[in-house]
Each structure stands twice: as C-alpha cells, then as structure tokens.
C-alpha cells in the first residue's frame, strides 16, 4: 500500500507549491500538515515524498524565468566557447549558481541520517520558525535594500547559497527564508534578493527531489501520488511566485514574520498538548 493517499498527495501539493518560495518554510509546513493528517513524519517514503513534489515547484520555477534561464545559461555556453564572452555577468552567474550549490550538496549528504531522523522532529519545526522569524526580521531591519541583481558578485551567491544549509539542518527555518535573509543583510533590495533565492534553488531543489526519487519508490510511496503530488505543487507553485515577486516590490517581511511567530507557537501548543 501507498504510504501517501492521491488526496492527501493534493493536499501536500498544495501546501508545498504555496510555500516552498514563500519564506514561511514549506517543509515545516508539509509536517505540520503531515502530522494533522496521521502520516509519519519521519517515514522515509514520506521524507522522499517531501522531497520528490518539490520538483513541481522547481519546474514552476524554470517555466517562469524560462526567458531568464536561456539568457544565463547561453552565456554559461558561450563563455565555455569564447574567453571574451566570460566577462558578461550571466556567464559569471551560472558559474556563482554552480559553486553556491557545492555547499548545500555536500552537508546533505554527509547530514542524511540526521535530516531524516532527529532533526525532522516537530519541535524542531515549531523552534526553528520562530528563530527564523527573528533572523528575518532583524535582516530586513538591517538591510539598505540599495544593491539590484546586477550587482551581485561571487560573495553574494556563496553566502546567500550556504545560507540553505540552516533550512537543510533545522527544518522550519526556510530556505527561501535563510537565503533572503542572508541577501538582505548584504544590502540587496527585496526583488534582487527573492530572485537570488529562486535562481539558487533551481539546482538544490532539483537534486534533492531526483536524488529521493528511487528511495520514494521504493519505501511504499505509489507513482500515482508522487505525480498528482507534483503536479498540483507546479501549478500552485507559479501562482505563488507570481504573486510573491509583486508583494514584495512594495512591502518589507513583516507580515511573513508574524505569520511564522503565529504557527511555530500554534505548534509547539499543539505539540504540548499531545494533539500531534
């Protein structure tokens, strides 16, 4: 039998295409969510499950910056090709991209065994939104918000890159939230800095979700979830980074702050009380 129902796979992938670029944390949430629902957080099909609709959102990702990405990766090629080319900034992005992944790859692998037990505890969740909350909170307070996306440079990526270690280690945290927050606190305005955390998220993402693919398969989890799961997360997904790139030319993080406090105290009384 399926670890994960086709209904549940909906509910999941909704949930994960909603805030897997929101920086509220969609694993955190996906647990929550999880736990409500009665399935195992730590089961490995359902780790893999976690993992693998992530990919919705990723595809998300790629149909909406399709124009961007065939810039950026023409110039990677082009660069390859001809030395005076590796002087254009896409050329050096797609390398930046590249490099600021090796970081994240690298802790995953070695930190597998405690990413899938120990620190996919609820109460971890519950601590590290409301720690993230803080981190961004105090980052947009910090951040001169005076630097674009063409003022990026090597450092940038491999900071805001490494930042995806936090969400990696703590669940809840946020990836989308580590790496903004770190971009903002290197003085990149709101839209640099959420564009910065898509582009970084385009191959950490990727990978993990193929990387789970065989162990999802084989842990009990049935392709037909995982499809419906990752198509409904693709199509939530583009809604969401729609609206996220408008939100937040004209407003600051407050609002997601709250909403983190809210949950991650909401979990750790549900938690408390032995409901999850």
């Not at 595809?59 to 950026?72: E, G, H, P, S, T």
């Not at 930042?163 to 703590?170: E, V």
């Not at 065989?214 to 842990?219: F, P, R, T, V």
Request: overall charge neutral.
């Amino acid at each position: 039998m399926s670890a994960i129902s086709v209904g549940q796979a909906v509910v999941l992938g909704a949930v994960e295409g909603v805030t897997e670029f929101l920086p509220v944390s969609s694993t955190g949430h996906l647990k929550i969510t999880e736990g409500l629902m009665g399935i195992p957080v730590d089961d490995n099909a359902v780790v893999g499950f976690s993992a693998v609709i992530q990919v919705g959102a990723i595809a998300a990702v790629l149909v909406y910056f399709f124009k961007d990405i065939v810039r950026i990766v023409s110039a990677w090629f082009r660069g390859l090709r001809d030395p005076e080319e590796r002087y254009h900034h896409d050329y050096k992005f797609a390398w930046w991209v590249i490099c600021a992944t090796i970081p994240i790859v690298a802790v995953g692998l070695a930190a597998k065994p405690l990413i899938e037990g120990p620190l996919a505890s609820l109460w971890v969740v519950a601590g590290s939104l409301v720690v993230g909350s803080g981190v961004m909170w105090a980052a947009d307070q910090m951040g001169r918000h005076k630097r674009g996306e063409d003022d990026t440079s090597f450092k940038d990526a491999m900071l805001v890159g490494s930042s995806q270690i936090l969400a990696l280690l703590f669940p809840g945290f946020s990836r989308s939230g580590a790496t903004m927050s770190t971009a903002l606190i290197l003085d990149l305005d709101r839209v640099a800095a959420t564009r910065l955390s898509f582009f970084l998220g385009i191959p950490a993402l990727t990978g993990a979700g193929l990387y789970e693919l065989k162990d999802a398969l084989g842990s009990g989890t049935g392709a037909l979830p995982l499809a419906v799961g990752t198509a409904v997360s693709f199509l939530v997904a583009y809604a969401s980074i729609a609206w996220l790139l408008r939100f937040v030319a004209k407003h600051s993080f407050n609002a997601f702050v709250i909403y983190r406090i809210i949950v991650g105290l909401l979990l750790f009384g549900l938690l408390g009380a032995g409901v999850l």
